[in-house]
């Protein structure tokens, strides 16, 4: 936009728009160069704060590496760190696990039984069985377990797995179908603990399970069936005749015991009794020396009133006469208050025969 003033040196007149002659861009230039080199520098602090600035989980631990120095770092919360100096590994600390003949993913295999080749295997008395496992574990050393080997866990899976076919192949397929699950479970276990610690990679095994175990065919599954509920069987008929032998074994030991205490007693009372008719004898005996003919008589008196009330007296007269009379003798009969005449119509009409 342009202003020209008349030859008369009047008011200037518009000329309309005209193009500015032309400036420098160094000043401006400059000024965006500084605009983008703090924003570069600010971005470069941001990531230097966020990158020093780390977080460990309660189921974590970090390993931190200073020029190549590996330091465990367990506490969890918020640590800070060196950038471009010191990295950060994180660790998870917590029981973790794999499968060994079957893969645990549901997805990608819903059917345990067509598992990998992994879980065919060979017994001692050269049977082939089709056996799984589940194997748990832990990191106890986050930097061993990060630096002293590649892969801990494949070692552990081909330590798991070696051990197992070779505890497999030392017993018979019955053993390992039914009652010796557990006994193998121990000795693998055992077996990988030995060599894990020998190693030292910085994991801990925690506990390895067999989670199926069958024939490769279904006629011997189906024998085997009939084998393992042959044993239920024989199991429930063993518990069933111990239950009965604890029950009947008390009852016969009561019994017994009654039977003793009733012997005691009785011997007790027998020999009570004995002790007590020799004290009388002794006794007796006693006042028979001092006074035999007294003694004697009380005696004879004492063994008739004992014996007489239990007898009836017959009492018989002329037999020429062909009369028998009969008199009870009240003392004797033990019918003190009797009246005499009664009594021996009651004899005479039986025929006296008494």
């Known amino acids: 936009m342009a202003f020209e003033q008349n030859e008369q040196g009047g008011p200037k007149r518009f000329s309309g728009f005209q193009k500015a002659p032309f400036q420098s861009g160094k000043p401006a230039g400059k000024k965006v160069l500084k605009v983008i080199g703090t924003v570069a520098a600010v971005i470069f602090l941001l990531v230097l704060i966020g990158n020093s600035v780390y977080t460990i989980r309660e189921e974590e ?60 295997m060979i017994t001692s008395d050269y049977n082939f069985i089709q056996i799984d496992f589940y194997v748990e574990y832990r990191v106890t050393d986050p930097v061993k377990a990060l630096y002293a080997s590649t892969d801990p866990k494949l070692i552990l899976a081909n330590l798991a797995q070696n051990c197992i076919r070779t505890t497999i192949g030392s017993y018979g397929v019955d053993s390992v179908l039914t009652t010796g699950k557990n006994e193998i479970q121990s000795n693998i276990k055992e077996m990988i603990l030995d060599k894990l610690e020998s190693l030292d990679i910085g994991i801990q095994l925690v506990n390895i399970t067999i989670q199926d175990a069958e024939p490769p065919t279904e006629e011997v599954v189906s024998a085997f069936k009939s084998v393992e509920t042959a044993k239920q069987g024989k199991e429930t008929a063993l518990n069933n005749a111990n239950k009965y032998r604890n029950e009947q074994i008390p009852n016969a030991q009561a019994q017994a015991d009654k039977i003793l205490q009733d012997a005691e007693a009785e011997k007790e009372g027998r020999i009570n009794e004995a002790v007590g008719q020799v004290a009388r004898f002794n006794a007796m005996y006693e006042e028979y020396v001092k006074y035999p003919t007294i003694t004697k008589q009380r005696m004879f008196y004492e063994t008739m009133e004992d014996v007489l009330p239990d007898l009836k007296v017959i009492i018989d007269g002329d037999e020429g006469s062909g009369v028998s009379k009969v008199l009870p003798l009240a003392p004797f009969s033990g019918t003190e208050n009797a009246d005499p005449a009664v009594y021996a119509e009651e004899n005479t009409e039986t025929g006296g025969n008494e």
């Open 61 to 120: 631990q970090a390993v931190v590496c200073t020029f190549g120095v590996a330091k465990a770092v367990t506490e969890p919360g918020i640590h800070f760190k060196v950038p471009l100096i010191q990295t950060v590994d994180k660790v998870n600390t917590t029981i973790q696990g794999f499968a060994i003949g079957y893969s645990d993913d549901y997805e990608q295999n819903y059917d345990a039984a067509s598992g990998p080749d992994e879980s065919m």
